[in-house]
């Protein structure tokens, strides 16, 4: 079969690799779509950095590895044992792999396991960039017969959106901010509608994606803000009766390259700490630099600082049942490549000129 093999910083080559093989416990899914995310580009133009250089302590892979992590596709063969998944199915791959033994995984909390591996990032048994996976069978997640492949190879991110939702415990009388309206920060957005939230402010530095969530229409958004254009913390205060925000979320990462209106670099986290209220909560969706946070900005104004990571079972269910009503609106931010395309769209998604791209592995080998 044909998938991308990772090798290194700036090195992905498609390669003719064996079909893996079905053993028990487990299912092999012909993959349609795989989606292109922030990591895979970071790992593309900066790596490696998840991708492991020495064998990786729970699956024993290193360095070339299968890539792509955000994929659907459909179920061929079912391993021994395995009950709850058959042959035809359409599924979303969750692709997690942790070790079952450590403490965060005793209590169910797998998505922090002391030594996680993700498929298409540090498996021997393919990623999402390849023609076949095999995957253990309680990390495929069957869709509805209204919710498309297009729409599976998209509940991985939407689920870490839905997680960090969660984590931070939102209720609809809360005024809410999203930094960053990315496909996660757009997921972000959705998630807090499906629970009854209204009166969200989002920021965005890019016009290509504030241009895509305005074309939603979703009006649970009463505002989105260009933060090289005005201050965010009062433009914030100015929507929210001067005390800030309850809840923050911030999504977009690390510094900006661009300075906001006072000319200063613009910092994400610390517009965010800035724009929420006095004992207010921040979920640091993003990950960022070292330097970027100043600690007493949110000593002083007493606000709980929330972290959250990836996604459980509990996220990609959830999702899934609100596709299934008809909640989540994704065609606006995505679009489809052919597998040839793969490095174009890194680097059209590196430069800002695509919101998510999927590529279309099923007929396009």
């Known amino acids: 079969m044909r998938a991308a093999i990772y090798y290194g910083n700036r ?58 992590h955000e994929f659907s596709g459909t179920v061929v063969e079912v391993g021994h044992g395995v009950t709850g998944v058959a042959e035809g199915d359409r599924v979303a791959v969750e692709p997690v792999i942790n070790c079952g ?33 095999v995957v253990a069978a309680n990390r495929v997640h069957a869709l509805p017969s209204n919710v498309s492949l297009e729409y599976g190879a998209v509940v991985e991110p939407l689920s870490v959106a839905m997680h960090a939702v969660r984590r931070g415990r939102p209720s609809p009388a809360e005024r809410v901010v999203v930094h960053g309206a990315g496909p996660v920060g757009i997921g972000v957005v959705q998630a807090l509608a499906a629970e009854k939230l209204g009166g969200i402010i989002v920021t965005e530095i890019s016009p290509m994606r504030r241009a895509v969530l305005q074309s939603m229409a979703i009006p649970a958004v009463v505002a989105v803000i260009d933060p090289t254009v005005v201050d965010v913390a009062e433009a914030v205060a100015d929507l929210v009766d001067d005390t800030g925000a309850d809840l923050t979320f911030e999504v977009a990462g690390a510094s900006a390259s661009s300075n ?10 610390n517009d965010a700490i800035a724009s929420t209220r006095r004992g207010g909560r921040i979920v640091c969706v993003a990950t960022h630099p070292a330097t970027t946070i100043e600690p007493n900005a949110f000593v002083f104004k007493e606000l709980t600082i929330v972290g ?58």
């Open 11 to 68: 090195d992905i080559r498609w390669e003719d690799v064996p079909e893996p093989q079905t053993q028990a416990g487990q299912v092999k899914v012909k993959v349609a779509h795989n989606g292109i995310c922030g990591t895979d580009i970071h790992e593309y133009y900066d790596g490696p950095m998840f991708a492991p250089v020495w064998p990786h302590l729970l699956t024993g892979v290193k360095l070339p590895v299968p890539f792509g």
């Open 101 to 133: 033994d450590c403490h965060p995984c005793r209590r169910g909390d797998y998505n922090l396991c002391d030594i996680t591996a993700f498929l298409g990032l540090a498996s021997h048994d393919g990623g999402g960039l390849s023609e076949y996976v």
């Open 260 to 269: 906001g209106p006072d000319g200063r670099p613009l910092v994400s986290l």
């Open 308 to 365: 959250t990571a990836a996604y459980t079972a509990t996220d990609f269910r959830r999702v899934i049942a609100l596709m299934g009503q008809g909640h989540y609106e994704v065609s606006p931010w995505i679009e489809h490549r052919t597998p040839d395309q793969l490095i174009t769209a890194m680097n059209d998604m590196r430069r800002g000129l695509a919101a998510k791209v999927l590529i279309d592995v099923a007929g396009n080998p």
